[in-house]
């Protein structure tokens, strides 16, 4: 796997939209922390990577189901693109 595949999977999951949705779980968090007043980190940390993962899984399903006309309304997403 080369570089330029590498790229296309990273694409492929739309890190954008991963970050964007992974950034609800600290702002939850420090909603949460000011009424209840305590946290753990790590809790934190391992529910933010699971949105993180979900939202790319839900792209790339969504990429993959919607191949054919993403090859006419997005065709520079990284299937119908090759």
Do not use: C, Y
């Amino acid at each position: 796997m080369g570089k330029q595949d590498f790229a296309a999977w990273i694409h492929l999951t739309r890190p954008v939209n991963a970050i964007i949705g992974s950034a609800t779980v600290p702002l939850g968090a420090w909603i949460a922390i000011t009424h209840v007043g305590s946290f753990e980190w790590t809790m934190i940390v391992l529910q933010t990577l699971a949105v993180a993962s979900f939202t790319a899984a839900g792209n790339i399903q969504n990429d993959l189901q919607d191949f054919e006309s993403d090859k006419i309304n997005h065709p520079l997403r990284a299937l119908p693109s090759g």
